[in-house]
């Protein structure tokens, strides 16, 4: 069974550019997480998507935004990236929102580095 | 808002030796769940063990184990027979057990990278 995939594995931009990362899901997982690891940060929440929907959304500007789309696949949109944009962008799902073992599959993450 | 702390940024363990790796949470939550993540230089975050917050009993996978101290808001990670494949960054994490919403999410502590000295 093939895990979490994400694309790119690097992307490269400069200040004011879009980045645009995307994820697959594991079959039959339903529920799309996205988180950015910065340097010395740790993993920060960023978006939540389940069955199409936009669930739950972290203390991030608008200018990050996605969606999920019918096969559950999701798409991550950076806009107007700033330097501190750079980092680990993670991507895990789980078979639904209301999945009861709590476990979290992730993907191996996109570096964005944004000079 | 529920927080998770892990308070060690750095451990060394000699391989076969043992090693504990700390964390503390706060939360007000009665029913949650707790995870230990282990993150590679590949990158890719794998579980290492996850605790129910109702069962009293510590979680055991192989030679990782956890101290759950639930009245303490302690979760503490023991790595026993120190292999060189442990090497990597651990993650603590909680995740509230109600459905949906804010919840659903895990939050994670800052890691602790893990050395395996040969």
């Known amino acids: 069974e093939a895990g979490v995939t994400q694309s790119p594995t690097h992307l490269i931009k400069t200040r004011g550019q879009q980045a645009t990362l995307r994820c697959s899901p594991i079959?039959?997982?339903?529920?799309v997480y996205w988180y950015q690891q910065a340097l010395g940060l740790g993993l920060q929440f960023l978006l939540w998507y389940d069955e199409g929907e936009e669930r739950n959304r972290g203390n991030f500007p608008p200018r990050f935004s996605g969606r999920q789309f019918p096969n559950y696949s999701s798409e991550l949109n950076v806009n107007a990236l700033e330097l501190e944009d750079s980092a680990l962008y993670l991507c895990a799902s789980s078979r639904d929102g209301q999945s009861r073992t709590g476990e979290l599959f992730f993907g191996e993450g996109s570096r964005l580095t944004v000079l | 808002a529920q927080t998770v702390t892990q308070s060690q940024p750095e451990m060394s363990v000699q391989e076969a030796e043992t090693v504990t790796l700390s964390c503390t949470y706060d939360t007000s939550e009665s029913d949650y769940y707790l995870f230990w993540y282990k993150q590679p230089p590949s990158r890719q975050m794998i579980l290492v063990i996850r605790?129910?917050?109702?069962?009293?009993q510590n979680a055991t996978e192989n030679r990782f184990s956890v101290n759950f101290q639930k009245a303490a808001k302690s979760f503490s990670l023991k790595i026993s027979d120190s292999q060189l494949g442990d090497a990597a960054m651990y993650f603590c994490a909680y995740r509230s057990e109600k459905y949906g919403g804010a919840t659903n999410k895990l939050i994670f502590g800052t890691g602790t990278l893990l050395a395996v000295q040969p």
């Open positions: 605790q129910e917050a109702y069962k009293q």
């Open positions: 079959s039959g997982h339903t529920s």
